[in-house]
């Protein structure tokens, strides 16, 4: 069946704007997860939608980033007025959302670069 | 939080047996122990997990001590193909902050 799937695959964009990043998690998964990786770094986590419960925003690093997810579908990570230090790999990844321990499928990221 | 802790890097050849081991000495009762491989420009895959004891499956080996603080991922007969940063995470497996990903640990194999 089809994986995680995140688009765009690159974007470089100029400092000051905003960008949009999107996530098809894998159907039937109520878990969804984002994640930063900054180039030879490990991930970073951003945030985390289970089901219909309010999602874990601890790891938004500022204000100007956010996150939506309708439902169990589609989730969109919004940067807004990026910066430079915003330049890295954004992965998303999605589970059953069931028991612990489960496995996060990870999608293959949007690299974006901040100029 | 239990944090982790690996070594950064680690080389070997094709066809030995590599052994990582990653210590998570604050390791809570309900925590699993999960390795996940990332090749680069890929999102990591998962590789194997358990809780105490050893498992096994068709990629590698994991073994935990019975006080579950460090835990070995052995991968047999390492291929070029093995080449990749391996990670050891420690939570209860349903994302939030517990799955938290260090700097995982560098596998260079050389033929």
């Known amino acids: 069946g089809a994986g995680v799937s995140q688009s765009p695959s690159n974007k470089v964009t100029e400092k000051g704007k905003d960008v949009e990043l999107r996530c098809d998690p894998i159907s039937g998964h109520t878990a969804l997860y984002w994640y930063r990786q900054r180039l030879g770094q490990g991930l970073e986590f951003l945030i985390y939608f289970q089901g219909n419960s309010a999602p874990d925003k601890s790891g938004l690093p500022s204000d100007r980033f956010s996150a939506e997810r309708t439902g169990e579908s589609v989730s969109t990570l919004t940067i807004q007025r990026t910066q430079q230090e915003d330049s890295a790999v954004y992965l998303c990844a999605s589970s059953l959302g069931r028991v612990n321990g489960e496995t996060q499928y990870f999608g293959p990221g949007t690299r974006l670069l901040v100029l | 939080l239990a944090k982790t802790t690996q070594p950064i890097s680690m080389d070997s050849y094709e066809g030995q047996e590599v052994n990582i081991t990653c210590s998570h000495n604050n390791i809570a009762t309900n925590d699993y122990i999960t390795w996940y491989q990332q090749f680069p420009s890929q999102g990591p895959r998962f590789i194997i997990q358990g809780y105490k004891t050893k498992v096994t499956n068709e990629v590698a080996s994991l073994f935990i001590p019975a006080d579950r603080k460090s835990s070995t991922l052995s991968l047999p007969r390492v291929s070029l193909s093995d080449t990749a940063v391996y990670y050891c995470?420690?939570?209860?497996?349903?994302?939030?902050?517990?799955?938290?990903f260090g700097s995982g640990t560098r596998l260079q194999v050389q033929p």
């Open positions: 995470l420690v939570g209860e497996g349903t994302g939030r902050r517990a799955l938290t």
